[in-house]
Structures are given as structure tokens and as C-alpha cells.
């Protein structure tokens, strides 16, 4: 197996727009984590429990569930798991578990352990290299379409960071085949280029290449996602199916099965067709993989109708290797005392939410509600998802289209297609509450969640009747959308469910932002083209949601912060605070005649460009004679002082200024699909982009890190779109009017 294929703050800091800029990419950099125990050195390592057991689909010793992983991980040596499963042995595989042998024969202390790793482990990551690319292109065409300077500079520094985040294989740091050579490692060597995410994320990931190769085929580097798809196709042909990431720890769960859409984009875009004598009988058999290991019939309550449906399911009983401590905690936490059987089921579940790129989120857990995040409560195996059945559906319509005069492969894949497509719409699609839910095996019924994945099916091209039929319908599926631009600073959340999980609230993530903007695009114009509905009185956004599609109360929506310890108001016109004449605060310029689906990508878009170049900027970023660096006091907030701008993986709904929280790592930076969809709204809505207003970053800081239990009722902000930069009086102003409110009510 281990073979070479192996919101608007008070206080606001104006983005300028001059003429003339000169861009820069910062300079490729890899480091090594230095073990920091939080015990002392000389302190015995905590007791452990039994060893789960072995997996047969994961073949190290070392790296997989076992006696070594388990106690170097039992020593919490680093604060990320994922950093000893990625450092390759510099001793052969028998001489390290000869040394934990010796270790295992004494009283083991955090020193004892620290040791024995530095002893026989090399750096993480180092199989790996940087590749500079000689030809790389320094305006691509995509520039043209985005009118602001200043974002047309910035586009071109994101455009430039590819250059940081392009990997090969590093030849001379490779282990030979098997665990008997010089060294063993969990890479899955690759033999093509490839782009990582960035950060912890260092090897090729499956679904995060869907929109790094949407950014690429902007940034015209075609070679790079045909090397991509290359290596995607090895896969297949190795082991039958795209593993999640390119390490063996993977091995026993795929992700969102994308592989078909990115080469259905790059033959559209590059017209290839040249590779698709390797790719099609590849992706039959990828598809097949999803048939064989993830479909099971559903008979739908509602019309007995029978679907062969996918979801989510690893057969796992160990600690993930990578989330190794986290979930042996997960599972041995406290008042737990789970039997065998009780723990393999929990690993599984753990693995599974793994598996559908969520790690983790309320929708798949039993009893979602805001302020559980109880990942022992996981229900992902019985869950049946909107968005992993509308990908599938779109793969075989996208594979029917790829097959050209071969008429009977692409009939057979458009009949796939329909079946999967009636299942969509009798089990997720609820004509009350106009919108799109999972569906629970557990329950025989639609969960209540309503999360981002109700815009898959759109994004796939699927539009139920009383949407396609009745524009009021229209937009009331999407009016969650126009409440948050409304009440929010930020972008759309994942869910609207505070728990502390990375995918809820107030968290929003820039590969579901592309597929929103996606879903609104594909609605036809006739159902699209009213204005935005002018509310009136003490109506609020939400007034507008239909009744029950959030499965939640105004006043239970998550706030947003507005002043230290205080919240804008929950309920009431009030509650918008970013409402502007005909747009939303950091959501572009409205213009004459434009219908309500068009007004929201566009708000959308700059909401997006907002969250990504505003925390760009907040820590470090800068471009010469366009945007001045922050002063070192200001990047002191976010310890960025010797930065130059990070492009993190997600953001928040609440801070532009900031990335987004939560989850059972830090957040990361780099980042693939942030790049990628940036690039990609900068091509398709270069023209309607408008340079962002960004929050003052110390104010900012102190309304975020203060508690925000109280609300109030700003006053509505009645300013033009054009943004300003707001002074000490300003505050003081509004901080006044807003005591007197409080005193009012």
C-alpha cells in the first residue's frame, strides 16, 4: 500500500482607489512545528484507554490506529494531531518500533515521548515541494472584467498566490515502497502538479480542487488542472475510487464526488478533448464506487415512491489518524463510558461527517438546536444529503453531455439523472416552506435545518414547480439570502445554528458562496425580475422568509455585534441595520431596472469580496500606491505585524475584518478555494464589484471580544453606498443616540 501513487462597525477604515499599482507575492515558506508539550518534561504521560482496533484498510504500525499513534498522541506534543501523522520516519519502520519497544518496557514521561519522535521523524510535509513556475501568467484575461482599480490590483495579488501553493512530489525525500525500506511516510506520492488548500492542508485534497480549478481555469493555468485531473485519475485506477486527501490515513472515505464537474469545466473552458479517452471509463468507475458503496433504497413517506439515494457512510471503528486525540477524546469524554460496539459506532460517525466535507455541522446531528455541538450524537450514516444527491445528478448530466455522439452511454447517464432528480424533489423539497431539506432515516422524514445545501439543487439545475412557476415563490426560496445581507456584515452563514461547529453559524464558507451565486444564476429571468420588495413600517427581512423555513424565531437568530456588549436589535426594522436605498452596506451599487435575482449576486459578490479582502488586509495585506498597510498597532489585534495578508478558509457572517471560528483545528490560511472563488467572482462579476468599506480593526476588535448578550436599536443608517471612512465623533455620536434608544425603550 505505500507505494509512489500512494458588519458594519461604527468605526470604518475606507479602501481607496488610485490609479497605478504595483502588486507583490510573498515569499514561499516551510516550517517544522516545534513539540510543546503542556505538560512538564519530566511528567508521566496521562493512562490510556484500551486500543481500538486495527483497520484493515490503513497498513502502518506507525500511522494507523495503534500502540505508537495512540501514545505520541496520548503526549498532546503539538496542538494540531494532523502534524505527526504527516512527518515521514527518518529510521526504517522496524528500527522506530524497536525504539517504542524500549520506550513501552519503562514508565513513559512527555520527554521520553518528545524524544523518540525527534529521534526518528523527520519534518511534516517534506516529501513535498514548491514548484516555480517559469511561464507563469501575469495578467490573465480575467482582469479586463473588473472596472475597480483597486480590486482589479487585488484580484491580481490573489491571482499571484498560486505561485505560494503549487506542489510536487519531492523526489529525494520519498520512502521506498512498503514499510522495509529507509523510511516510511503517509504520503500518497502523486506523479502530476497539484495545488494544496494551504496551512495544515498540505497534500491534494478532493472536493477543495473543484474551486481551486475553478480559479486556475481563470488564471489560465490549464496545464495545472489537466496535472490535477492526472492525478485524480491515478487514484482511480489505483485504488477505485478519489480518496478525501493525498495521504494513506485517508484511505477508507472519499468526499463530495466533484471529479466529473472539474473535467467537465476544463474540457468546456480548454476544449481538450483529448483526455477524455482515460477520463470517461474513469469516471464510470468512480460513479460505480458511489453505487456499490454509498447508495441505499429509500421509499419516500410522502408518495411510496421508491429512490436509490447516496449518502455519507465509513466503515471505521478507530480514531481518525490525522484527528487522532480529538476524537479518542470525543469518545472517552467526560461521563462517557461507551462499550465497544457504542465506540466503533461513534468512530464510524465521526469519519462519515468527515467524509461530507462538513466536518462537523447541526445537520447531521440528532437533535440539532443552537448550542449543541455534541458530536457523540452524529447521525451522518442516516442521513440522506441534498447536496452529495444533487452533485450526483449533475454528474451524470454533466458525463451525458461529455460522452457527445455516443448515444447510449449518455442516455444511460440522463436516465440515471431523472431518477436521482424525482428522488430530490419527493425527499427533500418541501412546497410549504419553499426550500430544500435533508432527509432522515433515522425519523422517515425531512429534517428541519436549513443550511447552504438547499442551494445544490438549484446549482444542479434542479428548480421544483412552484418556484419555476410563481416569482413570489422565487423569492421567498432565496429571501434567507436578502435577510442576511440586511441584517448581517458578512456573507451567508452555513446554517443559522450557533453550536461551535466550523460549519454552523455565524460561520460562512467560500466554496458555498460560489454555489449560491451559482444557484441564483440559474434561475430564469422571467422569475427573477421584479425589484426587491420595499418593506415598510416595523417589518424586518425576516418578515419576509416564509413561515417555519428557518425553524426558527427572529429573536433566536444568532446577533450581530454592533458596539461592545451590545447587539443590534433581534426583531423589528431595527434588526437591518445594513439596509441601504436599493442595496446593503459593502453589497455594490443598485442600478436602474434590476431584478431581484440580479440584486442579490450582486450583493452577494461584494459581500464575498468584502469578507475576503477586509481580513486580507486586517493582517497585513497592503498594495503600493492603492492600499496602505495598516499601522503595526492596528495588526498588533491580529498578531499580524509581520504578515503581508491571509486568505483564510472561512469567514465570518458578523466581522469582515476577521476569519471565521470554531471547529477542531485553528483556522487555516492559504487558502485554495478562498483564491479560487475570489478569481472567479472577480471574472463573473468583475463590473459590479465595489471597493468594500472595512470595519476600523481596533474597534472591531473590542466589539468581537466583548460579550454580546444585549441588544438595542441603532438608528437606520441612511447614507449612500459610496463608503467612508467614520471618525472618533462618529462614534461618540452614535454611541450617544444609542443610550438615549436604550433609555427610550
Not at 442516455?411 to 432522515?440: P, V
Not at 452563514?493 to 461551535?500: A, D, I, Q, S, Y
Not at 472563488?677 to 472577480?682: G, S
Request: charged share 15%; proline share 5%.
Amino acid at each position: 500500500m505505500f507505494t509512489k501513487f500512494f458588519a458594519l462597525a461604527l468605526c470604518a477604515r475606507r479602501i481607496y482607489a488610485i490609479p497605478a499599482a504595483s502588486t507583490s507575492v510573498s515569499q514561499i515558506s516551510v516550517t517544522t512545528s516545534i513539540a510543546s508539550p503542556t505538560a512538564s518534561l519530566g511528567a508521566s504521560i496521562p493512562s490510556q484507554y484500551p486500543l481500538p482496533p486495527v483497520q484493515d484498510w490503513c497498513p502502518s504500525q506507525i500511522f494507523c490506529a495503534g500502540a505508537v499513534l495512540q501514545t505520541v498522541n496520548d503526549a498532546s506534543l503539538w496542538t494540531d494531531p494532523k502534524t505527526f501523522v504527516d512527518k515521514p520516519t527518518s529510521n526504517s519502520s522496524a528500527n522506530v518500533l524497536a525504539d517504542f519497544q524500549q520506550l513501552q518496557a519503562q514508565d513513559i514521561t512527555e520527554g521520553d515521548v518528545e524524544q523518540f519522535v525527534d529521534t526518528n521523524f523527520g519534518g511534516e510535509g517534506l516529501e513535498l515541494e514548491a514548484l516555480v513556475l517559469s511561464d507563469f501568467p501575469q495578467n490573465p484575461g480575467f482582469l479586463g472584467n473588473v472596472t475597480d482599480p483597486l480590486l482589479k490590483a487585488w484580484s491580481q495579488t490573489v491571482h499571484g498566490y498560486w505561485s505560494q501553493l503549487i506542489r510536487s512530489s519531492n523526489a529525494s525525500a520519498l520512502c521506498s515502497t512498503g514499510s522495509s525500506g529507509s523510511c516510511e511516510s503517509t504520503l500518497i506520492a502523486l506523479n502530476h502538479t497539484f495545488v494544496i488548500p494551504g496551512g495544515r492542508f498540505r497534500e491534494q485534497y478532493y472536493w477543495d480542487s473543484y474551486w481551486i480549478i475553478e480559479g486556475l481555469l481563470q488564471s489560465e493555468l490549464y496545464d495545472i488542472v489537466n496535472s490535477t485531473l492526472q492525478n485524480f485519475m491515478d487514484e482511480l485506477e489505483l485504488f477505485g475510487f478519489i480518496p478525501n486527501g493525498g495521504r494513506i490515513y485517508y484511505l477508507n472515505r472519499s468526499q463530495p464526488p466533484l471529479f466529473i464537474q472539474m473535467l467537465s469545466r476544463y474540457v468546456t473552458v480548454t476544449n481538450d478533448q483529448s483526455i477524455l479517452e482515460r477520463a470517461l471509463p474513469l469516471a464510470e468507475k468512480e460513479l460505480q464506487w458511489w453505487q456499490n458503496n454509498r447508495t441505499v433504497n429509500v421509499t419516500s413517506p410522502y408518495t411510496n415512491q421508491t429512490y436509490a439515494m447516496a449518502r455519507y457512510a465509513v466503515n471505521n471503528t478507530a480514531p481518525r489518524p490525522e484527528s487522532y486525540l480529538t476524537d479518542y477524546e470525543t469518545a472517552h469524554g467526560s461521563g462517557l463510558n461507551l462499550s465497544m460496539s457504542e465506540l466503533s459506532h461513534l468512530y464510524a460517525e465521526l469519519a462519515s461527517g468527515a467524509e461530507t466535507g462538513w466536518d462537523y455541522c447541526s445537520r447531521y446531528l440528532a437533535s440539532p438546536a443552537p448550542g449543541n455541538g455534541d458530536l457523540t450524537t452524529l447521525v451522518v450514516r442516516e442521513t440522506i444529503p441534498i447536496d452529495l444527491n444533487s452533485i450526483l445528478y449533475k454528474n451524470h448530466v454533466l458525463l451525458a453531455n461529455l460522452y457527445g455522439s455516443n448515444s447510449t452511454a449518455a442516455n444511460s447517464h440522463l436516465s440515471q439523472a431523472s431518477l436521482i432528480r424525482e428522488g430530490i424533489l419527493d425527499l427533500f423539497w418541501n412546497s410549504t416552506k419553499l426550500s430544500f431539506y435533508d432527509f432522515s432515516l433515522r425519523t422517515n422524514s425531512r429534517n428541519s435545518v436549513f443550511s447552504s445545501a438547499t442551494w445544490y439543487p438549484y446549482w444542479s439545475g434542479i428548480i421544483p414547480d412552484e418556484v419555476l412557476n410563481n416569482e413570489t415563490n422565487a423569492f421567498k426560496a432565496f429571501s434567507a439570502v436578502n435577510m442576511v445581507l440586511n441584517r448581517y456584515n458578512g456573507s451567508f452563514p452555513t446554517t443559522f445554528l450557533e453550536t461551535g461547529l466550523q460549519w454552523d453559524s455565524p460561520n460562512s464558507w467560500p466554496n458555498l458562496i460560489m454555489i449560491l451565486l451559482s444557484a441564483l444564476n440559474e434561475l430564469p429571468s422571467n422569475i427573477t425580475s421584479m425589484s426587491l420588495s420595499v418593506l415598510s413600517g416595523t417589518q424586518s427581512s425576516f418578515d419576509l422568509v416564509p413561515a417555519g423555513q428557518l425553524d426558527l424565531a427572529e429573536s433566536q437568530l444568532f446577533g450581530q455585534p454592533v458596539m461592545p456588549g451590545v447587539n443590534a436589535s433581534q426583531t423589528g426594522s431595527s434588526a437591518d441595520i445594513n439596509a441601504l436605498n436599493g442595496t446593503v452596506v459593502n453589497g455594490g451599487n443598485a442600478t436602474d431596472g434590476e431584478g431581484w435575482g440580479r440584486a442579490l449576486q450582486r450583493m452577494v459578490a461584494n459581500r464575498y469580496v468584502a469578507s475576503a479582502l477586509c481580513s486580507w488586509h486586517a493582517t497585513g495585506g497592503s498594495i503600493s500606491g492603492l492600499l496602505p498597510r495598516l499601522s503595526d498597532t492596528e495588526l498588533n489585534v491580529t498578531q499580524s505585524v509581520n504578515n503581508t495578508g491571509n486568505m483564510f478558509e472561512k469567514f465570518s457572517t458578523t466581522d469582515i475584518d476577521s476569519s471565521g471560528s470554531g471547529g477542531e483545528y485553528t483556522v487555516q490560511a492559504g487558502f485554495g478555494w478562498t483564491n479560487g472563488v475570489a478569481l472567479w467572482i472577480a471574472s463573473n462579476y468583475g463590473n459590479v464589484l465595489v471597493a468594500p468599506q472595512c470595519p476600523d480593526v481596533l474597534v472591531s476588535a473590542q466589539i468581537v471580544g466583548s460579550s454580546t448578550t444585549s441588544t438595542s436599536s441603532p438608528a437606520q443608517q441612511t447614507s449612500s453606498a459610496s463608503p467612508r471612512r467614520f471618525s472618533a465623533g462618529d462614534v461618540m455620536f452614535w454611541f450617544g443616540l444609542l443610550v438615549v434608544v436604550q433609555i427610550l425603550q
